[in-house]
């Protein structure tokens, strides 16, 4: 099967999970009521929302660019970095995950930067914002415990879940230690061939992008904009729910759980966190008096905003790389 059918399935198997757990979730939402909560809306706080969420990318892009250009000898701009990382957004958008690479090569195209260098910041990146996620979770479970001992209750039973894990330990082990031995043997084989070494010599600039975090001048300025993005994020979803009459009377910690359980949604496989944001965040809203269409409703306007400014910047930022040349790119950095 050529690699640009299997890729159309994926896509087509992705849209199509999404779209029924869409469905599933909004058939019995009235028409009048999500009006009614469109009209009811202080559109200041839904603006301010969207506004700082744009600086949040801003924020995003420059701390970003901070890892690009540890250990390189010539000037990065904040600017095609920002636009390289919409393009991301909305490539993720159809594929999801594929926009890291696709904002790895945008910012190739401008910079001669290693890609492999590139995908090592980015999963960087990811892994430092999954270190801020799992903070995120602490303080929402120091403010909330209650909700998680409930939420924890219902979702997992720990009886089985030890029965299942001293059943299979040992199955695992041994599997584990079996397939490492066979990749261990399969690499001594191929280790001196040609196509090999590129494989190390692309692995070397993966780690290379991983060390930047220890090796960047200014990693005061990194860990501050770090925290500043999920300050935004929280900001971004407190403000939206003060927008609307009926989530306005939320606390911060009740937020603050809204947060961990839509970030969790839009980890999930499926396009822009499709269904499984909304899902997450309805869900854990009934546990604050929300009724259900209300916290989907609130979950569908925090997603659609975030998404028409995803459409926006990102069709901006596919504009940016496609009018203007590398060439010129590079030029208009030498000026600034």
């Avoid at 159309?8 to 009048?32: N, T, W």
């Avoid at 040609?194 to 692309?202: L, N």
């Avoid at 009934?286 to 659609?304: D, P, T």
């Amino acid at each position: 099967m050529k690699q640009s059918k299997k890729r159309g399935i994926q896509l087509g198997l992705s849209l199509l999970v999404a779209a029924a757990i869409f469905y599933f979730l909004y058939r019995d939402v009235e028409k009048e009521a999500f009006v009614l909560a469109l009209k009811e809306t202080r559109l200041f706080w839904l603006f301010a929302s969207v506004s700082i969420g744009i600086v949040g990318y801003l924020v995003r892009a420059w701390r970003w660019k901070l890892l690009i250009a540890t250990r390189e000898n010539f000037s990065i701009t904040t600017a095609p970095i920002f636009w390289a990382l919409m393009l991301g957004y909305l490539v993720n958008l159809l594929l999801p995950r594929a926009g890291e690479l696709a904002r790895c090569g945008a910012v190739n195209r401008v910079y001669p930067v290693p890609t492999g260098k590139l995908l090592g910041t980015v999963v960087l990146e990811r892994t430092i914002d999954m270190a801020f996620m799992l903070l995120l979770v602490a303080l929402a479970l120091v403010s909330q415990g209650a909700v998680f001992s409930e939420l924890l209750g219902m979702l997992v039973s720990f009886s089985s879940l030890n029965q299942f894990i001293e059943k299979y330990l040992v199955l695992g082990l041994v599997l584990g230690i079996g397939l490492l031995s066979m990749l261990y043997l399969a690499y001594r084989k191929v280790k001196n061939r040609q196509w090999m070494g590129k494989i190390r010599q692309f692995f070397r600039q993966f780690v290379s992008g991983l060390e930047t975090v220890v090796q960047m001048k200014n990693q005061w300025a990194f860990w501050i904009a770090s925290l500043c993005i999920w300050i935004i994020y929280f900001l971004m979803m407190y403000w939206i729910a003060f927008a609307m009459p009926a989530t306005s009377s939320l606390s911060v910690g009740s937020i603050l759980m809204v947060l961990v359980m839509g970030s969790i949604g839009m980890v999930a496989p499926v396009q822009g966190g499709i269904g499984t944001f909304h899902a997450l965040v309805a869900f854990i809203l009934l546990f604050y008096g929300i009724s259900e269409e209300q916290g989907k409703i609130f979950a569908l306007v925090v997603h659609a905003s975030q998404m028409v400014t995803i459409l926006l910047l990102g069709g901006m930022g596919l504009v940016y790389f496609l009018v203007v040349g590398k060439s010129n790119l590079r030029q208009e950095d030498h000026v600034n």
